[in-house]
């Protein structure tokens, strides 16, 4: 009979803790840069929010220069601007086109698999997995990480890994059912990082204005929205979709003008929304709640990551990407790409340290 004497914890060379947007894209770089991997995912499959984006179309990236892009961004355009330069939306695209996905281009430069399909995009990234070998545990929530010597352990209920690298791609903390709950940023609170508060992104503005609430259903897709401040003048204007809610009002164009709110720390403001030719203007709307946004504004704080590596400052070998760090994008495929990008600048450093 042999004899096996059991490792304590099975080694791994990158740990990828997240199998959503950035975790597939890290996944997918570590196989063609031939670094082995393993993928620790809560959910029973990869992807789930992904899934769910652009109501199951997925806009996974705008038709922009890298310079465009980062104009558009907003906050986080310096940190990203490495990632984004080297992983820019047109070589998104023809990453997309060589894994044999056709794409359809909207007037605006949005980017969709050409069926309208969602799953044609994790499906791409699954085949390129399992093509490559990738190993990936699913329903497997990652439940602690602690640095050891040369590495850290990375504990699940029913193993634990030794893992020279730890990439954290868990996500926000937005729509937790589809699994990204905030545990990344816990476990980077756990390691010393400073936290961003998690607040809404991108979300709908609350008024029980019945010229809004009673005609819920109706979408008005080329309208406008205007913030302004108290004194009147004019903050942030977008063109784009209203649509009228029970709650409220959504829609691209309100979307981008809570992000902007947000993003400016206003408490007093006034938004103007044109429905058809009826102009409608309130004050103080308050934003639906975080797990019903489209994106987590706050997260890592970034003055604490190299933007360079997307390593930790605090914790060599700890790396970061997607939305569990401080970085979020307008509507319109950036949040994915941002995913991507910061993805493919955290593995490319890991395999330069090698
Ligand atoms: C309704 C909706 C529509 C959207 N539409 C668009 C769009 O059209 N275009 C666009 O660019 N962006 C869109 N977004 C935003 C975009 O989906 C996210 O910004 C992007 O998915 C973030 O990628 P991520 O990898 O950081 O996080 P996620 O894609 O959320 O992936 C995180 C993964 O980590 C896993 N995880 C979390 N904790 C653990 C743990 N402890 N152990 C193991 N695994 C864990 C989660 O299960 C999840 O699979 C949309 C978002 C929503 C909610």
Avoid at 95 to 105: M, T, W
Avoid at 136 to 153: D, E, H, L, W, Y
Avoid at 240 to 264: K, M, P, T, W
Wanted: proline letters at 6%.
């Amino acid at each position: 009979m042999m004899n096996h004497t059991p490792l304590k914890h099975t080694p791994v060379k990158f740990a990828i803790v997240g199998g959503g947007a950035a975790g597939m894209f890290a996944a997918a770089v570590a196989a063609e840069r031939n670094i082995p991997c393993l993928v620790l995912e809560r959910k029973a499959r990869l992807g789930s929010k992904v899934l769910m984006t652009a109501n199951g179309r997925c806009n996974f990236t705008k038709d922009l220069s890298a310079d465009q892009f980062l104009a558009d961004v907003g906050p986080a355009a310096k940190f990203v601007a490495q990632a984004v330069r080297e992983c820019p939306p047109r070589k998104i695209i023809a990453g997309f086109k060589s894994l044999g996905v056709p794409l359809r281009r909207m007037p605006d430069g949005r980017i969709f698999p050409a069926d309208g399909k969602a799953t044609t995009v994790v499906h791409a990234f699954g085949d390129l997995l399992r093509d490559s070998e990738v190993p990936i545990a699913t329903n497997c929530p990652v439940t602690g990480i602690q640095p050891v010597k040369n590495g850290f352990i990375v504990a699940t209920r029913n193993f634990t890994v030794w893992a020279e690298n730890v990439l954290l791609a868990t996500g926000g903390a937005s729509y937790p059912k589809l699994g990204s709950v905030g545990d990344g940023q816990n476990f980077a609170h756990a390691l010393g990082h400073r936290i961003v508060p998690l607040r809404p992104g991108l979300i709908g503005l609350e008024t029980s204005d019945r010229r809004v609430t009673d005609r819920a259903g109706a979408r008005f897709e080329d309208a406008r929205a205007t913030v302004f401040a108290p004194d009147g003048a004019t903050l942030f204007v977008y063109r784009g979709e209203v649509d009228c809610e029970s709650f409220g009002l959504s829609g691209a164009a309100v979307y981008n003008c809570q992000r902007y709110i947000e993003h400016a720390g206003l408490r007093e403001y006034e938004i103007e929304v044109w429905l058809g030719k009826e102009r409608l203007r309130f004050s103080n709307l308050k934003p639906r709640p975080l797990k019903e946004a489209i994106v987590t504004i706050g997260g890592v704080a970034l003055d604490e990551v190299d933007s360079s590596t997307m390593e930790s400052r605090i914790v060599p070998g700890l790396y970061f990407a997607g939305e569990v760090l401080d970085i979020d994008g307008p509507t319109g495929g950036y949040n994915l790409t941002l995913a991507f990008a910061t993805a493919r600048r955290a593995v490319e450093s890991v395999a330069a340290k090698n």
